[in-house]
Each structure stands twice: as C-alpha cells, then as structure tokens.
C-alpha cells in the first residue's frame, strides 16, 4: 500500500515566524549560559524582526542568561531606542548587531559573547587555519577585525566590524573575542559555538599541520 504524500506545510505567519526566532534567541542565551559564558553580561544575540526588517529582538540589560525568557527580549528599534517590550536597551549590543544586520539582510542573527578561549586567541590576532574539522567550517569564511576600539562605543565602529566581516559567517575581533552570524538564530548560535572550539584547539596545540585548501575546502 502506497503512504499518501503529507500536504506541504504552509507558509508561517509573521507572528509564528516572530515567535520561532524569539524562542530561539532566549534558548541561545540559555546555551551560552550553560557554556559558563556571558556571566558578566559581556555579549549578546539578536534576532532581525520578520515585519520590521530595520529592527531586531535582544535580551534587555540586566538579565541573567541561564534566566532568559522571551519576556525578557526587547524590540530594538534603528537608532538604538526601545521599541517594544520592558527594560533597558543594551547599548552595545546595538552598536554591533545593527551595523552588521543592515549590512547584510541575507543575515537574522549574531552573536557575540566573552569565551575562555575565543577572547584569549583574538589577543593573538590572526586567523583559524585548517587543523581541526571543526575549522574547515571557517575555512575562508571568517576575517580578522584588527581595529583597536577595542570597547565598541560607537555605531561607526559597528560598521567598521560589518565590512571587515563582508560576507563572511564569522570575525574574529581583535583583542575582543568571536562573532558569528547566520540566516537564522539557530544557525548563529552554533556556528559560534563552533568557533569556540575552534578557538580552543588552536590555543591548545603545539606545532599543528594543516590540512590543504583543497581538503580544508571540501
């Protein structure tokens, strides 16, 4: 007996889609919460607003990542003001993910959070190279921020780091710590968990061999 065809799905809803990246982005500071990481508050995720394309979701100021619900995300609006939901706007979070997200409306997401080993290797200022599977992922897909506004205080260095990172799905920001970025939260969640690890096995070998830019690229 032939299995009929299920119908296709049909096309979401700006809300059901609003609601999906929500419930990611909450769940994503949960994970970097369980990573042991941003527990000074020192990073962020945003995710673009499927309506108001110009606009983006991110934890309000103050909240504890292993806390973070998706009442505690807040509308961030172009020029950095609260747009919808309770609480304080973190400014610096808004003068990376804006530059970046308007630069690329490819992208829903970024993220950015202090890691034991990301932030220590950006101080070395130099790219991942092939030595782990894990690597190949960024394999000529990530750049360098070699800029010494170290602090992002300002929406032009925000821009700074977007065109560094072109169309890349990463940057390493010197001195500062990783970036990734992808078409859905999900997405950029783990590849910056991924480019911890990268981080991690490059501080942590010796006299690593890479593997070529034809394996590497494969």
């Known amino acids: 007996m032939t299995t009929p065809l299920k119908p296709s799905q049909p096309h979401r809803t700006p809300n059901e889609i609003r609601a999906r990246r929500k419930r990611d982005c909450a769940l994503g500071y949960r994970l970097l919460a369980a990573n042991r990481w941003g527990d000074a508050g020192d990073g962020h995720i945003s995710a ?3 309506e108001q394309t ?4 991110m934890l309000r100021y103050g909240v504890g990542y292993h806390e973070a619900t998706t009442e505690d995300l807040v509308l961030v609006a172009p020029d950095g003001r609260l747009a919808e ?11 990376i993910h804006w530059p970046i997200l308007q630069a690329r409306p490819d992208l829903v997401s970024a993220v950015h959070v202090h890691t034991g080993w990301g ?7 130099r790219l991942f190279e ?3 599977q894990e690597s190949c992922i960024f394999f000529e897909d990530h750049a360098l921020f070699d800029d010494e506004e170290v602090q992002v205080q300002s929406l032009e260095a925000g821009s700074r780091i977007a065109a560094c990172m072109g169309e890349n799905r990463g940057v390493i ?8 970025a992808g078409n859905s939260v999900a997405e950029a969640v783990g590849s910056f968990i991924q480019m911890e690890r990268v981080a991690e096995a490059h501080m942590k070998v010796i006299n690593p061999k890479p593997i070529s830019r034809e394996a590497a690229l494969f």
């Open 48 to 50: 673009r607003d499927p």
């Open 54 to 57: 110009d606009h983006f979701w």
């Open 130 to 132: 092939p030595i782990t």
């Open 173 to 180: 920001l010197r001195n500062h710590g990783l970036l990734a």
């Open 85 to 95: 939901g309770n609480g304080i706007v973190n400014v610096a979070g808004y003068y």
């Open 119 to 125: 932030t220590p290797f950006s101080s070395e200022c």
